[in-house]
Every structure is written in C-alpha cells, then in structure tokens.
C-alpha cells in the first residue's frame, strides 16, 4: 500500500466565508494555517487543517470604519474570541469515496475550544505531487458559543436578528512531502 503525505501551502489555501441576517449577507475569508492530506493507494485517507482566526476579513463592507469595527467584533467574545482562540481546527475522522472524485469528508470542528462534529462533501482533485480540494462546510455558530443576535437565545430581534448557520467555502492547495 502506497501512502503519500501532502502539506497545505497556505499562500494558495483560503476559506470564503458568508453570513446571513435578515436583511442581508456578510462575506469575507480567513486563513488556513497550516494542515495536510494523506493519499493510501491514490485514495484520501485523513487530513487536519488548522484556521487563523485572526485572520478574518471582510470583504463586502468598503468604509474602512465600518470594516474595522465589524472585524473587530467577530474577532470578539460575541463571535470568534480571537484572542484567546487564535486558531481553529478540522480534524478528518471519516472520509466515504464517492463517485469520480467527490468524498463525504466528516470530522471534527473546534472552535473557541468547542468540539462538534460537521460533515461536508468535497471534490478533490490530485495531479501527481499537487492536491486541490473544495467544499462547502455548514457550520451552526451557536454550537460554539456564539450566540449574538440568535433568534434560538433572543427574542423581538426584528431586522437585527443573525441566522445561525454561516457558510465556509473550503479551498486547499497542497503539495506532496
């Protein structure tokens, strides 16, 4: 059985990330640190990827102002605590071959120190010593801890209200070690 291992570069791995309120979307991207994949008999078999979370930027909100504070308080305890959970992770723990070369990846998630586990399906292409892959991930926010504006913890929100779920659009680019 031939086992590959290949390491994430960051500089061409990102996540888009969208959220949704009443009245609208958010969207921005944060990093990926660092992580890998690993291939037995050109099949992937695990993978972990760590998330700067103080990384996170907003990308539809031009007013500099504005940016900054919007950025500063999903970097607060409100959202991502930042400061004291500078990182993120995903850790694979069961990866199903689809058709071609999809796989429903599920894992767990940790955010703010918070474990839950998240499945996702992603398309993952490998081309001798390089891997891309992308997926959409689906993550309910309340589950760790972030509860602002919630309609599940507050009530009379009106237009203020903040849908729990947000999107991460997964993108990684990895080389073979």
Known sequence: METQKFEIISAKSNIDWIGRKVTGAHNGTIAIK?????????????GKFDIDTTSIKILDITDPATNAQFAGHLASDD????????????VFTAI???SNDTYRITGDLT????????????QVNR??????????????????GMRFRSGNFFKDLGD??????????????????
């Open 34 to 46: 660092e992580g890998s994949l690993t291939f037995a008999d050109g099949q992937l078999t695990s």
């Open 79 to 90: 959202f991502f605590n930042s400061e004291n959970y500078p990182e993120a992770q995903f």
């Open 96 to 98: 199903d071959k689809g």
């Open 111 to 122: 955010i703010k120190g918070i474990t839950r586990a998240v499945g996702f399906d992603a």
């Open 127 to 144: 081309a001798a010593d390089t891997v891309s892959a992308t997926g959409k991930v689906v993550v309910d926010r309340t589950k760790y």
């Open 160 to 177: 203020t209200l903040i849908y729990n779920d947000f999107d991460l659009n997964v993108n990684i680019t990895a080389k073979a070690v």
